[in-house]
Structure formats: structure tokens, C-alpha cells
């Protein structure tokens, strides 16, 4: 008895590992520990060379220790996981780790990796290895990457689909970016209306699995026009003998494989949606777009909202310092031109700050204050844009409302600033002076910030690209105007 519950002690329990993102810190932290070991080791027997020639082969018998702990690293993480850590490394490092990742992670990495990054791991890979990583891709997925794979690679990959998967890559390939048809999927399941749902069943079990992210199947008629969907819950719960064409459903979103995939992501947010149909001017059923595209197409949008904010485009933080110089100086280029404006602003009234010295303190709030005012109404704005919630009609009541809600916040935090200039300066005349040029700059800010994000919109520019910037400007400069020409007037 007690050597069987020994025994059962004895036994190790199983623990299914779970995806933990933590993982892939904690495995980007041993990487680079093993790649800085390595750099050292790499060092010092450059420099021991020449006087022992023993010290090359011990440096080779480290380098294969290291690979091989980097391998065991890398290769029991997710695809994604293996992604983030490649994009937090510096491009040689990048690609040394890329060669030490298992082949059969290759075509999932590089759907994973961000563009930037791709670019560097493409580079070092020969023709042969990316044939064999692309090969394994759906049409769709290949299209994604064809702007970044050679074109022979292309070529070759073609060679090796059949006529239906070609069809398909070309077709996808023939899409504009930011389209849905860019992103749209081919894999689905479809079947006729006059089966009853036992016949559809049986279809389903004879496949080796279902597409990922299935939750309706789409019924189509024998041109593959979409007459209606049937939900995999109605399925299950409904009687065998029933019909497709009593159990499907005729309320369903279509989408147009030429529509704004940003527009697709709205919908999919405002109905729940976890897939949908892609049909083209005829009604015929080309594809579908899932919640994972979606999700994609969201990270991104949010990403280049955050960069074009600053008049910035997505760059690799380990690229060359030429490549982030030409990301970078354009936008500051035109801040400093800016900035130099609402400089030549405040020396136009040298005379007035000379006078009154405590003005060069103070007319730096107003300014500043104007700016965040202006920020926080862009930003609704641009949002508002993004989900399509500004139109021609309502535009001047938006204007109105902010200008109305700016006016009493400024109002209030008006009378906060002329404390603190009365405070600071003994004169009720500056505190009043701060006080008006307080709320006109920051109307101006409001104004700006809805009127500059609607131009850009109706000119088929991007709302956010640099907005930021042309605000600062204005706030800026009108700010110093405003204020010093106040006090030139009503102090001198």
C-alpha cells in the first residue's frame, strides 16, 4: 500500500502549457543575455588569435552552444511570440536569430512580423527558403506578403498552385491596400439551400477541419449568389431533416471587396460580427473577412494614427540613423519654421515685454494652454472622422458645440490664470489681460482643432498626418499675438 502511494507520488503532473505573453519578455531577456555572452566570447578571441590558435576552435564550440540554447528558446514559442522578440532586436542580431528559428515557424513568422521588420528577415533568407516558406500560404496570405517577396519568388510560388488558388492570388493581388478585398479570406465553407441540415453535416465531418474563425456557413445557388447564411448554432440545435433554406437567415451584412477595410471594421464592431461575406457587383460570394483581419486592420489604423499625430511613418527603432533621419526631419522641419514664426511674433512686441517683464513668464501659458485645448478637441475629431460620424451637416454644429464647451472651460480656468498673474505680478490690469487672452486662444484652439482634421479629410489627406504640428503653430502664434497685442493695448 504505501510503496503503490509512493509510487503515485512519483508520477509528474502535466501542466498544458498556456500562451502567456509574458513568455516572450522573459524569452527576449535570455536571448539577448546569450547574444551579449556571445559578443564577448566573440571579442576576446579576436584578440587571442594570433597568439593561440586553439582559441578559433573554442570560439566555434561556443557559438554552437549558443545557437543551440537560442534554438531551444525560439522554437517553443507561439509564431507570434517568435515575431515580437525578431522585432525587438537590432538587425543583425535579428537576423542571426531568424536562422536558428525552425522552418516550420517561417510562413507563420512572416505573417506575424510587422513590415518593417519583414523587410530584414527576407533579406536573409536565399530563394530556396523563402519558395519553401511561401509555398506553404494560403492565396490571400501570399498576397499580403507579394510586395515584399522578389518577384521570381512570386513566380515560382505560382508555378506550384492550382488553377483555382492562381485565380485567387491574382484577384487579391489586384485589390488596392486598405481595401477589403486586400484582406479578404478564400477559405469557407458553402452549400446549396435545398439540403436538409443532415446532408450538410455529413459534408462537414468529410473535411479534415473547419476555417478558422467558422461561425456561419454561406448558402449560395449554382452561380455562387449569396441567398443567405446558416449559423453553425442553428445547425446543431435544429432537426436533421430540416432545410437549409428554413433554417438560414436572409438579414446578414455583406461586404464589397472594394470597400474601405476600415469601414469593415466599424461594422464588424458595431454588429459583433466574428465573419462575413465578401460579394462583388453581381452578388456572387468571392470570399469572406474574419474577426482576425479585423483586429489586424484595427492595430494598424491605431498605430499610424499614434505616429502621423507627430508627422511620423512606421520605421524600424534599430534601423540605420540615415533611414530615421529621413522618417523624422520633414515634420520637424516644418515645426522649427513654425516655432520660428510664433518667435518672430513675440519680437514684433519687444517693446511691450521690455516694459513689463513679468509678460515673457505668462504669455507661455497662454500659448501652452491653447495648444492642449486644440489636442483634446482634434482628437474627438479624429475619432469621430475614423468612424464616420462627421458629415457635411452636422459639421457646423460641431464647431458651434466646441467652441460653446472650450468657451466655459476657458472661462473657468480663466479666472484660475489671472489668480496666478495678479499673484505673481501685483497688477489687476495683467490678470485681465491674461484672463481674455487665455479663452480667445483657447477658442482659436478649439476652432482649429475641428476645422484642421475636416479640411484635411474633405482634401483626401489624413485627418492625423501632422495635424498636431499646424495646431501647435497656430496656437502658438496667435497665442503671443493675442496676448502681447492685449497688453500693448490695455498696459502701455
Known amino acids: ?225 449569396l441567398q443567405g447564411i446558416l449559423s453553425l448554432s442553428k445547425l446543431l440545435v435544429r432537426e436533421p431533416e430540416v432545410l437549409v433554406s428554413e433554417a438560414m437567415s436572409t438579414d446578414y451584412l455583406t461586404l464589397n471587396p472594394l470597400d474601405s477595410d476600415a469601414d469593415a471594421a466599424g461594422a464588424f464592431e458595431r454588429y459583433d460580427l466574428v465573419s462575413a461575406p465578401v460579394v462583388d457587383d453581381q452578388g456572387r460570394l468571392i470570399g469572406r473577412v474574419t474577426i482576425a483581419d479585423v483586429v489586424d486592420v484595427i492595430q494598424e489604423d491605431s498605430q499610424e494614427q499614434a505616429l502621423s499625430r507627430a508627422g511620423l511613418q512606421e520605421e524600424d527603432i534599430f534601423a540605420p540613423v540615415m533611414d530615421a533621419l529621413r522618417n523624422r526631419a520633414p515634420w520637424l522641419f516644418v515645426n522649427l519654421c513654425t516655432a520660428s514664426t510664433a518667435s518672430l511674433v513675440a519680437s514684433r512686441f519687444e517693446n511691450t515685454v521690455s516694459h513689463i517683464v513679468i509678460l515673457a513668464f505668462l504669455m507661455s501659458i497662454v500659448a501652452g494652454i491653447g495648444g492642449n485645448s486644440g489636442n483634446q478637441t482634434m482628437t474627438m475629431i479624429i475619432r469621430a472622422l475614423a468612424v464616420g460620424r462627421v458629415t457635411e451637416s452636422n459639421a457646423w454644429q460641431l464647431v458651434r458645440r466646441e467652441l460653446t464647451v472650450t468657451f466655459f472651460v476657458g472661462l473657468c480656468g480663466s479666472f484660475v490664470a489671472a489668480g496666478f498673474a495678479w499673484a505673481i505680478s501685483g497688477s489687476p490690469a495683467i490678470a485681465g489681460v491674461m484672463m481674455a487672452a487665455m479663452i480667445f486662444n483657447m477658442l482659436i484652439g478649439a476652432g482649429l482643432g475641428v476645422m484642421i482634421p475636416m479640411l484635411r479629410e474633405r482634401f483626401g489627406k489624413d485627418p492625423a498626418v501632422g495635424s498636431s504640428v499646424l495646431l501647435t503653430f497656430a496656437t502658438d502664434s496667435l497665442g503671443f499675438f493675442i496676448f502681447l497685442g492685449l497688453a500693448t493695448i490695455f498696459l502701455l
Open 1 to 225: 500500500m504505501t510503496d503503490l502511494h509512493a509510487q503515485e507520488e512519483s508520477v509528474p503532473i502535466n501542466i498544458p502549457r498556456r500562451l502567456d505573453p509574458e513568455d516572450a519578455q522573459l524569452a527576449l531577456q535570455e536571448l539577448q543575455s546569450i547574444l551579449r555572452r556571445q559578443e564577448v566570447v566573440e571579442g576576446l578571441a579576436q584578440r587571442q588569435y594570433e597568439a593561440d590558435d586553439r582559441s578559433h576552435l573554442l570560439e566555434g564550440l561556443l557559438q554552437r552552444q549558443h545557437e543551440a540554447e537560442i534554438q531551444a528558446i525560439v522554437n517553443k514559442l507561439h509564431p507570434a511570440d517568435i515575431a515580437f522578440i525578431l522585432e525587438s532586436l537590432p538587425v543583425q542580431e535579428r537576423q542571426a536569430v531568424w536562422q536558428l528559428v525552425s522552418a516550420e515557424h517561417d510562413a507563420d513568422v512572416l505573417l506575424e512580423v510587422d513590415d518593417w521588420a519583414r523587410e530584414s528577415l527576407i533579406k536573409s533568407m536565399d530563394h530556396q527558403d523563402l519558395v519553401n516558406a511561401t509555398g506553404t500560404m494560403d492565396a490571400d496570405e501570399i498576397a499580403d506578403l507579394a510586395a515584399d517577396l522578389p518577384p521570381d519568388v512570386i513566380a515560382e510560388v505560382q508555378k506550384g498552385l492550382t488553377d483555382a488558388e492562381r485565380a485567387q492570388l491574382i484577384e487579391a493581388m489586384g485589390y488596392p491596400e486598405d481595401t477589403v478585398g486586400a484582406i479578404m479570406d478564400f477559405e469557407m465553407v458553402r452549400v446549396r439551400e435545398d439540403i436538409s441540415l443532415e446532408v450538410v453535416l455529413r459534408y462537414l465531418r468529410r473535411l479534415q477541419e473547419l476555417p478558422d474563425h467558422t461561425d456561419q456557413i454561406f448558402v449560395v445557388d449554382r452561380q455562387d449568389k
